[in-house]
C-alpha cells in the first residue's frame, strides 16, 4: 500500500516512476541499484553494476552530485516551469522519492563547486549560494554571473566547468557548420577570417564572484572550437579537458571529393587539453583519425588529403564522427578498480548523419590516463541506452545518454535526455 501511495503522490508532481520498464518491456518494481540483475538494460564490464534509479524527470541534460547523494538536474525543456530540480533519496532504498523545481529557464550547464550551485541558460550563467546539507537557499534569488551570450539556437547550450582559482569555463558553440557564407550550402565559401570566432567557437573564461560580467568582462580562453558540450577541470593536471563536436556533410556538400561512407566516418569527434590561448584550428580544419593528421576544410581549399592547421593544436584523442560527445568526466574516486583513477568518461549523445552506416554512440566510454595523457585507446563502458544493438533511426533510441556525475561513494551517474532516466553505475567485483 506506501508503495501504491507513493505512486499517486510524486508521479503528477515530481515525474519519478516507483515502477519502472525493464530491459524486456515488461514492468517491474523498483530495484536497489546494487542487486537489479538486469542493469537497468545497461551492458557493463565483469564486476559492475547498474541501475535506473529515476525515471521521466524531462529532458536530463547535465547533472551533479551532492557530497549527501542528492543529484541537481537541468533540463533541456521546463517540466512544471522550472528548469532544475534537485532529486532526493531521502530513506537511502536506492529511490529518489523527493523533488524540489526552481529556475524558470532551460539550459544544460550545472555544477557544484565551493558552498555554490552553477546554472547556465542558453545565454546567461547563474548561482545559488547552498546551505550545510547543499540545499539551495534562495531558489528564487540567484546571481546572475555571465549575461547576454550569443544565443543563434544551433550549438546553444552553454556547458560549464570550474577550476580553483575561481574561474568559470563556458562553451560557447558556433551557430554554423563551417562556417561559410551561406551555412550548410553546397558551394558556398568559408569565411576568412571566420567572424564568428568572435563571439563563439570557443571557450570563455568568467569569475565566479562577479556579476553580470559580458563579452567584454570575460577572456576568449581558447578558440577553433566548433562546440564543446562535454569540458571538465582536470583535478590532477589543474587543466581543462573538453570534447568537440565535429563538422557535418562533407559528402553532401562535397560529393565529389568524399562518398558517403567515408563522410560518415568523418570528421572526428575530438578530446583536448586546453591551455589558454589554444587554438584548435575549426573551421579552417577538421581532425581525420584514419589519417591521423588534421585537413584543410573543404571550404579553404582542402580537398580530403591536404593538411592543414600547423599553428592548430592535436587532439589526445579522436573518435569515429558525429557520435556527439556531450559529457566529459575525470574519475577521481576510489570505489572502481585502480585503472579508472583520473581516466576519463565520456557519454556520447549517438549520432544523427551516418547514413548509409548504422547510427553509433549511444554509450558511455572509458578512456584509460596517466599523468594527463591517453595510456591505451578507448573502449565501451557502458552499452545499451538505445535500447537495440542496432539504430538506423536515431528516433528509435530509447535513451541517450548526456551528462555525467561521481557519487560520493565514487559511483557513476549517468543522464538520459529523452525519457529522463537516471543512472547509477557501482562496482560490486571483488
Given at each position: 500500500m506506501m508503495m501504491k501511495k507513493l505512486v499517486r503522490m510524486v508521479l503528477p508532481a515530481v515525474l519519478f516512476a516507483q515502477v519502472v520498464t525493464a530491459h524486456d518491456g515488461k514492468p517491474n518494481t523498483y530495484f536497489n541499484p546494487n542487486t537489479d540483475p538486469g542493469n537497468g538494460g545497461l551492458t557493463?564490464?565483469?564486476?559492475?553494476?547498474?541501475?535506473?534509479?529515476?525515471?521521466?524527470?524531462?529532458?536530463?541534460?547535465?547533472?551533479?552530485?551532492?557530497?549527501?547523494?542528492?543529484?541537481?538536474?537541468?533540463?533541456?525543456?521546463?517540466?512544471?516551469?522550472?528548469?532544475i530540480y534537485l532529486l532526493r533519496d531521502k530513506n537511502k532504498d536506492g529511490i529518489f522519492e523527493e523533488s524540489q523545481g526552481f529556475g524558470d529557464y532551460i539550459g544544460t550547464g550545472i555544477a557544484i563547486k565551493d558552498g555554490y550551485l552553477y546554472a547556465s541558460s542558453n545565454t546567461d550563467v547563474y548561482r545559488y549560494k547552498l546551505d550545510a546539507q547543499y540545499h539551495v537557499l534562495h531558489p528564487d534569488q540567484p546571481e546572475k554571473i555571465v549575461t547576454g551570450l550569443?544565443?543563434?539556437?544551433?550549438?546553444?547550450?552553454?556547458?560549464?566547468?570550474?577550476?580553483?582559482?575561481?574561474?568559470?569555463?563556458?562553451?560557447?558553440?558556433?551557430?554554423?557548420?563551417s562556417c561559410q557564407e551561406v551555412d550548410r550550402t553546397k558551394g558556398s565559401k568559408g569565411m576568412m577570417p571566420c567572424p564568428i570566432l568572435d563571439s563563439a567557437g570557443g571557450i570563455w573564461q568568467f569569475k565566479t564572484d562577479k556579476l553580470n560580467q559580458t563579452y567584454a568582462n570575460g577572456l576568449r580562453y581558447a578558440?577553433?572550437?566548433?562546440?564543446?558540450?562535454?569540458?571538465d577541470w582536470n583535478q590532477a593536471q589543474n587543466q581543462l579537458y573538453v570534447t568537440m563536436h565535429g563538422r557535418d556533410m562533407l559528402?553532401?556538400?562535397?560529393?565529389?571529393?568524399?562518398?558517403?561512407?567515408?563522410?560518415?566516418?568523418?570528421?572526428?569527434?575530438?578530446?583536448?587539453?586546453?591551455?589558454?590561448?589554444?587554438?584548435?584550428?575549426?573551421?579552417?580544419?577538421?581532425?581525420?583519425h584514419l589519417q591521423k593528421k588534421k585537413i584543410l576544410s573543404p571550404e579553404y581549399g582542402g580537398d580530403g588529403k591536404k593538411a592543414g592547421g600547423e599553428k592548430a593544436i592535436d587532439p589526445i584523442m579522436a573518435f569515429p564522427g558525429h557520435m556527439a560527445p556531450n559529457a566529459l568526466l575525470f574519475y577521481t574516486g576510489n570505489s572502481f578498480p585502480a585503472r579508472y583513477k583520473n581516466g576519463a568518461f565520456i557519454a556520447f549523445h549517438g549520432s544523427w548523419n551516418r547514413s548509409p552506416l548504422p547510427q553509433e554512440g549511444y554509450y558511455v566510454v572509458f578512456v584509460p590516463f596517466e599523468n594527463g595523457k591517453p595510456t591505451g585507446q578507448w573502449e565501451v563502458f557502458a552499452n545499451g541506452f538505445a535500447g537495440a544493438p542496432v539504430i538506423k533511426n536515431p528516433r528509435d533510441a530509447q535513451q541517450r545518454p548526456c551528462g555525467l556525475a561521481q557519487g560520493p561513494d565514487g559511483s557513476l551517474y549517468v543522464s538520459d535526455d529523452v525519457k529522463g532516466t537516471i543512472y547509477r553505475i557501482s562496482y560490486n567485483g571483488k
Amino acid at each position: 500500500m506506501m508503495m501504491k501511495k507513493l505512486v499517486r503522490m510524486v508521479l503528477p508532481a515530481v515525474l519519478f516512476a516507483q515502477v519502472v520498464t525493464a530491459h524486456d518491456g515488461k514492468p517491474n518494481t523498483y530495484f536497489n541499484p546494487n542487486t537489479d540483475p538486469g542493469n537497468g538494460g545497461l551492458t557493463l564490464p565483469a564486476g559492475f553494476v547498474a541501475s535506473r534509479i529515476a525515471e521521466n524527470t524531462g529532458r536530463a541534460r547535465h547533472i551533479a552530485v551532492t557530497p549527501a547523494g542528492d543529484i541537481y538536474i537541468k533540463l533541456e525543456r521546463l517540466v512544471n516551469g522550472k528548469g532544475i530540480y534537485l532529486l532526493r533519496d531521502k530513506n537511502k532504498d536506492g529511490i529518489f522519492e523527493e523533488s524540489q523545481g526552481f529556475g524558470d529557464y532551460i539550459g544544460t550547464g550545472i555544477a557544484i563547486k565551493d558552498g555554490y550551485l552553477y546554472a547556465s541558460s542558453n545565454t546567461d550563467v547563474y548561482r545559488y549560494k547552498l546551505d550545510a546539507q547543499y540545499h539551495v537557499l534562495h531558489p528564487d534569488q540567484p546571481e546572475k554571473i555571465v549575461t547576454g551570450l550569443l544565443d543563434k539556437r544551433q550549438h546553444a547550450s552553454k556547458s560549464i566547468a570550474l577550476d580553483n582559482a575561481g574561474n568559470i569555463y563556458v562553451n560557447i558553440g558556433a551557430p554554423s557548420n563551417s562556417c561559410q557564407e551561406v551555412d550548410r550550402t553546397k558551394g558556398s565559401k568559408g569565411m576568412m577570417p571566420c567572424p564568428i570566432l568572435d563571439s563563439a567557437g570557443g571557450i570563455w573564461q568568467f569569475k565566479t564572484d562577479k556579476l553580470n560580467q559580458t563579452y567584454a568582462n570575460g577572456l576568449r580562453y581558447a578558440t577553433g572550437l566548433r562546440n564543446v558540450v562535454g569540458l571538465d577541470w582536470n583535478q590532477a593536471q589543474n587543466q581543462l579537458y573538453v570534447t568537440m563536436h565535429g563538422r557535418d556533410m562533407l559528402y553532401t556538400l562535397y560529393p565529389e571529393m568524399f562518398d558517403s561512407t567515408v563522410s560518415a566516418e568523418l570528421p572526428s569527434e575530438t578530446m583536448y587539453a586546453i591551455k589558454q590561448g589554444d587554438d584548435a584550428g575549426w573551421p579552417y580544419v577538421y581532425y581525420d583519425h584514419l589519417q591521423k593528421k588534421k585537413i584543410l576544410s573543404p571550404e579553404y581549399g582542402g580537398d580530403g588529403k591536404k593538411a592543414g592547421g600547423e599553428k592548430a593544436i592535436d587532439p589526445i584523442m579522436a573518435f569515429p564522427g558525429h557520435m556527439a560527445p556531450n559529457a566529459l568526466l575525470f574519475y577521481t574516486g576510489n570505489s572502481f578498480p585502480a585503472r579508472y583513477k583520473n581516466g576519463a568518461f565520456i557519454a556520447f549523445h549517438g549520432s544523427w548523419n551516418r547514413s548509409p552506416l548504422p547510427q553509433e554512440g549511444y554509450y558511455v566510454v572509458f578512456v584509460p590516463f596517466e599523468n594527463g595523457k591517453p595510456t591505451g585507446q578507448w573502449e565501451v563502458f557502458a552499452n545499451g541506452f538505445a535500447g537495440a544493438p542496432v539504430i538506423k533511426n536515431p528516433r528509435d533510441a530509447q535513451q541517450r545518454p548526456c551528462g555525467l556525475a561521481q557519487g560520493p561513494d565514487g559511483s557513476l551517474y549517468v543522464s538520459d535526455d529523452v525519457k529522463g532516466t537516471i543512472y547509477r553505475i557501482s562496482y560490486n567485483g571483488k
